[in-house]
C-alpha cells in the first residue's frame, strides 16, 4: 500500500487547545516507542537502506535532527512572531548527520534527552500558552502552540511508521 508523501499530507487544527495534556503525551512517547521498535534489531539492519531512502536509523535520527526546530518555533511563538520559522525542506541536517555511522543506541539516548528538553519547558507553561498562534509557513495556515505539538507528533508517527514498514521488509 502506498502511503501519503509528508508533505502532500493536510492537517485540521479543529480540536479544542484543551487536548494539549494529551498531545504532550504524545509527544513525550515518542522516544520510547522508537526504543520499542527498535530493540534488539543488529546493527546491519538498522542502517540497512531500501534504495535511497533512509535507513530504520535514519529515520529516527531524523527525528532527533528536527527537536532544534521545534524547540525555535517554541522561542517563535514566546517571541509573538506573526510566522513560524521554516524547516529546511531539503533536510540538509540529516543527510549531513551521518546517522548510520554512529549507534542506535546513541541517537536513541540524545533523542530522548532533546525531546525531554522540550516537554521540560512545556511542563512549565500556563495553559493559556498552549492557544498561542502563529503562521506555519508551509502549511500557510494559523499554528496553536497545541496544533504544532500535534503536528510534530504526527511527523514522528509518520517516520515511525516507515520504520515499522522496514523493520517487515527487512526480516
Known amino acids: 500500500m502506498s502511503r501519503i508523501k509528508w508533505t502532500d499530507r493536510t492537517f485540521d487544527f479543529s480540536f479544542p487547545v484543551e487536548l494539549h495534556p494529551e498531545m504532550l503525551e504524545r509527544f513525550r512517547g515518542t522516544p520510547a516507542r522508537a526504543e520499542y521498535l527498535v530493540r534488539d534489531l543488529p546493527a546491519a539492519t538498522l542502517t540497512r537502506r531500501e534504495g535511497q531512502q533512509w535507513s530504520i536509523q535514519e529515520n529516527i535520527g531524523h527525528l532527533l535532527d528536527l527537536e532544534e526546530l521545534f524547540r525555535a518555533r517554541l522561542d517563535d511563538y514566546d517571541r509573538g512572531l506573526d510566522a513560524l520559522r521554516a ?30 528538553k522540550a516537554i521540560e519547558r512545556l511542563e512549565k507553561v500556563e495553559p493559556w500558552y498552549f492557544a498561542r498562534t502563529a503562521l506555519h509557513p508551509r502549511l500557510k495556515k494559523p499554528m496553536r ?27
Open 145 to 171: 502552540v497545541v496544533d504544532m505539538i500535534y503536528f510534530q507528533s504526527e511527523h514522528d508517527d509518520y517516520h515511525l511508521a516507515r520504520v515499522s514498514e522496514l523493520i517487515h521488509l527487512f526480516r
Open 87 to 116: 524547516a529546511d525542506m531539503t533536510n540538509q541536517k540529516t543527510h549531513g548527520a551521518q546517522h548510520n555511522q554512529s549507534s542506535m543506541e546513541k541517537i536513541l539516548r540524545a533523542f530522548r534527552q532533546e525531546r525531554g
